[in-house]
């Protein structure tokens, strides 16, 4: 009972300080700890090492976008993970136009490289980029709403290699992405560890 209580008042020391998607994660967490743990016997049972895989990589995600003031100060969403897949969106802004009157190669870059880093983080192992490239095959325009998608091609260890394509809102491919990921020490969420 002494871990709930720390627990609260934790939120209530945290509540000035945190962002509406840090308190909207940490009532998600206390909410799943309260269905997660049950008392059998007389003793308590922790199902949170029950996840399935689906499971484990929204609470991985949500843990990793909380976090994540670069993807949300570019206005990037998060539409879906999935164990070795991401899909993020984000919304062509007249402050990302350079001076050709399009968008910028950087946010577009951006966009891609936070789709990949959802997708590799997905199997809530903390994981980096080791390199990426990118192909810009069409221009992107002010107002269009662009759409990345990351799908693990090869997991080997603690290396993977993951592709994006990022499109338009009329499904015209805009670019290629290849991401090599890399494993480093600990968990998205260190609480979720196997």
């Known amino acids: 009972m002494n871990h709930w209580r720390g627990l609260i008042s934790l939120v209530l020391l945290e509540w000035n300080e945190c962002s509406k998607i840090y308190w909207l994660f940490v009532v998600r967490i206390a909410i799943a700890l309260l269905h ?3 008392v059998k016997s007389g003793r308590e049972v922790n199902s949170l090492n029950k996840l399935n895989p689906q499971q484990l990589a929204q609470a991985a995600a949500e843990a990793m976008f909380a976090r ?3 993807s949300q100060g570019m206005g990037m969403t998060l539409v879906e993970v999935a164990p070795g897949s991401a899909q993020m969106k984000m919304q062509v802004r007249k402050n990302m136009a350079n001076g050709h009157g399009i968008c910028h190669g950087g946010y577009i870059f951006s966009l891609a490289d936070s789709t990949f880093a959802f997708a590799c983080n997905s199997y809530n192992f903390s994981t980096v980029s080791a390199g990426a490239r990118i192909e810009h095959l069409q221009p992107a325009k002010l107002g269009d709403e662009l759409l990345a998608r990351a799908a693990e091609v090869a997991q080997s260890g603690r290396s993977g290699i993951y592709d994006v394509t990022v499109t338009d809102q009329h499904d ?5 992405f290849r991401g090599n990921s890399r494993r480093i020490s600990g968990h998205v969420v260190a ?4």
């Not at 015209?172 to 290629?176: E, F, H, K, Q, R």
């Not at 609480?191 to 196997?194: D, I, M, S, T």
């Open 68 to 70: 994540d003031s670069a």
């Open 172 to 176: 015209t491919i805009i670019a290629l």
């Open 191 to 194: 609480e979720l560890a196997e």
């Open 36 to 38: 997660c743990y049950s």
